[in-house]
């Protein structure tokens, strides 16, 4: 049986590598390749792959979202992460947001199909570094401030708040989303009002530090 698969990178020699890696297993066929989360949702919807492996630090819409968009409305697409980031917060926000695995983009080419396999067959996977920090997480577990900014927003508050951490203005962001300028101010409004912040600098600087968008 072909495991059929969707990558999604916003580097296009990410994309390109990924392909020719994948095109020597006998068992995996990528059907679709994506630059951004929205584009990979779209594309998620039109051909449900049985996974799609995804970037956390794309623009626009960051591969948590992503992973969030596309389980939600796809529950039979699995998620596989692929991400050059280990720390904690990145892998449980990843696997809050329903990922089926998380891998390091310094892994073997075995262990991309191995993972893709498992995944494939709602199994969970992890790199062994990554399943290090969750095993020595759970040594001393705190509440992860990423779970509680999850709860805090809405999905839309959160893509409003990680273009407005990529200097996106307000028009820009009305066009990008689809709505209206009005619409764009009041999320923002809600943002500021939820997080207690005062203004667009605190915003950029809270989904930051939050992970919303990575300084890659």
Known sequence: MTIRILLADDHK????????????????????????????????????????????????????ETTRCIT?????????????????????????????????????????????????????????????????????LLPEQGAEYAALLSRREREVLQLIAEGHNTKEIAFMLQVSIKTVETHRQQLMKKLDLQSVAGLTRYAIREGLSPLD
């Open 72 to 140: 939600v409305e796809n529950p039979e697409t699995r998620v596989l992460i692929l991400s050059m980031h280990s720390a904690r917060r990145y892998v449980l926000d990843a696997l809050s947001a329903g990922a089926k695995g998380y891998i390091l983009k310094d892994c073997a080419s075995e262990e991309l199909a191995r993972a893709l396999r498992i995944v494939a067959g709602d199994e969970t996977y992890l790199s062994p570094k990554i399943a290090g920090v969750l095993v020595k997480d759970c040594v001393n």
């Open 13 to 64: 020699i990410v994309r390109e590598g990924l392909v020719a890696l994948l095109e020597k297993e006998s068992d995996i066929e990528v059907i679709a390749v994506a630059e951004d989360g929205r584009t990979a949702v779209q594309i998620a919807q039109d051909l449900l792959p049985d996974v799609a492996v995804i970037d956390i630090g794309m623009p626009g819409m960051n591969g948590i």
